[in-house]
């Protein structure tokens, strides 16, 4: 399948979302998304349950450890119900399973959400969350209220919307496993390397411009710092630093070509605090110092 089919399905997810405000999370179990860097980033948003009462939940390690849990009843339930369900989470969140299947075999789901139906029941849900970790009760349900959609569309609008993404998806499992035969014999429903791998890359990618490092990304996903370096140096041939540096430079280009705003200051937008260091780094990845780049342009 050509690369930019993988633009065409992230376009279309991202107007889903934006259109009928469903949130989109697509469950691999498989893997088969990191076997290519450029899906991967592009599916990046859809990798994980991004909505903030569900990373306030994940904050806490033994609630992230119940979520990562829930993949395989899920892929249990999926093979039973042999089709699109409805169902609520340990932590109160409703949410459609769409199966992704491919020549019969499940290898993932797009879960569909994040909706609240039953306002008591998930009330419920939070105070006994609240109870049994340190997070603050109060502070839950408003991030309940606030994140989770109360107009829950029908089956059949998410069937026509997502099962068009599902069968999307399958084709691109079906051709990636023709080069990754692998693939087909590695299903795994609890893998903590992309778990995590999709928290870091949404962490980088929604605080690159910041000071940040691979200890709060390693605290952020409840795991040691030698273990994020070394997953997403295996899943994305690259190291966590080099990676902040690339998105960086990415920015600096469209303020160089497209602002009279200071190279200094263009630096210190984009997290570095050395104007010098930045200059360096810029020239590493793009064969010229940023002033040559903005005169090129």
Known sequence: MPKQAYSVLTDYLKQISYEFGIAICINDFSGFLFHDRELTELLQPFMIHGNPYCMMIKSDKALWDKCQS??????????VQKGTFYGMCHAG??????????NGQLIGTINAGVFCSHTKVGERFVKRIS??????????????????????PGIEKI?????????????????????????????????????????????VKKNYKNQISVQDIAHSCHCSESYINHTF?????????????????????????????????????????????FCKVFSEICGEPPTQFRKNK
Not at 173 to 201: A, C, F, K, W
Request: charged share 20%.
């Open 70 to 79: 829930m993949k395989k009843p899920i892929a249990e339930k999926c093979r």
């Open 159 to 203: 069937n026509s919307l997502l099962g068009i993404a599902a069968e999307y998806i399958a084709r691109i499992y079906s051709d990636i496993s023709l080069s990754h035969p692998d693939v087909l014999n590695n299903l795994r429903y609890n893998s903590s390397e992309d778990n995590i791998l999709g928290h870091t890359l949404a962490f």
């Open 233 to 277: 140096k295996k899943k994305m041939q690259i190291n966590v630093k080099s990676y902040i540096n690339q998105l960086r430079v990415e920015d600096a280009k469209t303020y160089l070509s497209g602002t009279d705003l200071p190279v200094k200051t263009i630096a210190s937008f984009l997290g570095f605090n050395d104007s010098n260091y």
């Open 93 to 102: 969140v409703e949410e459609y399973i769409v199966p992704i299947t491919c």
């Open 131 to 152: 109870q049994s970790s340190a997070l603050n009760e109060t502070a839950l349900l408003k991030l309940y209220y606030s994140s989770l959609n109360m107009k829950i």
